[in-house]
């Protein structure tokens, strides 16, 4: 898909392991709906994100015993409606239940966290920011092992973050969405136009972020919500500081001297940083041709084929 720019029984349990988690990190997602949760248990790795967004009703995602209810404090995304979205990257193996605080303790849920989990992956994997027409784009591709969600997500173009205008976007895995900076037209399902997210400068940065829209939780300095970063023409980009904190780019690093109607692309899904980047004399937006070997969450080797 192509963006253009330019299931567990609930008992009250806590988490049993506290460790640090990993930068590179996948997605699940929970609907928020009439009066349930769906699916009423996710499973995830250690690091993951899981994004709930809200297709109706007004409901909270509390952490915590939904007997009581007692909230142990982990997560709240606080009362939202119809159109919301609250994101938490989990921190902990094993099991956290949440419920919401005006209708538990029926409306309840549980995140189960454990290795080996097949979870989406999305990974800013092409853009194209110097084009003379000005058709400033970004690609998007789910470099995880299991189907994942788009809709919702955020990008970030300097100070200046615009969430994708849909509920859902699912994405296969492989699949690519191209985002268009600054224009307008009609979105597909491989295709997203964003008129109100700025034009890509150079030098400059993107960078993606996952849904939130719960207050407290949208700023882009918080490094527990920003998924991917790359930046171009120099170090010390917008939302650099916050990409470094995550441990998913290098400060002061960046991709250079790139030609007029090039784009950059990404060849391997590590290291996060530059290195992982080349210019592409023939963008290629909805593949991934001009890399040997394509960028995928279990390709740790750096291949690329660099045309100037």
Excluded at 56 to 84: A, C, I, K
Excluded at 160 to 173: H, M, N, W, Y
Excluded at 196 to 201: G, I, R, V
Excluded at 284 to 307: D, E, M, Q, V
Aim: proline share 6%; with cysteine.
């Amino acid at each position: 898909m192509r963006l253009r720019c330019a299931p567990a029984l609930l008992v009250a349990t806590t988490l049993a392991v506290t460790a640090a988690a990993p930068a590179l990190a996948g997605q699940v997602r929970v609907s928020v709906v009439n009066f349930a949760f769906t699916p009423r248990a996710v499973n995830c790795n250690l690091g993951d994100h899981v994004v709930w967004v809200w297709r109706s009703g007004t409901h909270t995602v509390t952490s915590g015993d939904s007997s009581g209810p007692t909230p142990d404090g982990r997560f709240n995304s606080g009362l939202l409606g119809s159109g919301s979205s609250f994101s938490w990257k989990s921190d902990a193996s094993g099991h956290a239940t949440y419920y919401c605080e005006p209708h538990a303790p029926g409306m309840a849920g549980r995140v189960i966290v454990g290795p080996g989990i097949a979870v989406s992956d999305f990974r800013i994997t092409e853009v194209l920011f110097n084009d003379a027409g000005g058709l400033d784009l970004v690609e998007i591709a789910n470099l995880g092992n299991a189907t994942g969600d788009l809709g919702r997500y955020r990008i970030a173009v300097g100070a200046t973050a615009v969430a994708i205008p849909r509920d859902t976007l699912s994405v296969g895995t492989g699949g690519r969405v191209v985002v268009h900076c600054n224009a307008s037209g009609t979105s597909t399902q491989t295709d997203i136009f964003l008129p109100t997210l700025p034009a890509l400068p150079e030098p400059g940065s993107v960078a993606l972020y996952a849904p939130n829209t719960a207050p407290g939780h949208t700023a882009l300095t918080d490094a527990t919500q920003i998924l991917d970063y790359v930046e171009w023409g120099a170090g010390g980009q917008a939302n650099e500081a916050t990409a470094a904190s995550a441990g998913i780019w290098v400060a002061a690093q960046s991709i250079n001297n790139v030609a007029a109607g090039h784009s950059i692309e990404l060849c391997a899904a590590a290291p996060r940083n530059a290195s992982a980047w080349a210019e592409i004399a023939s963008p290629n937006f909805g593949s991934n041709g001009n890399c040997t070997t394509p960028a995928r969450t279990i390709t740790w080797g750096r291949i690329k084929t660099l045309y100037r």
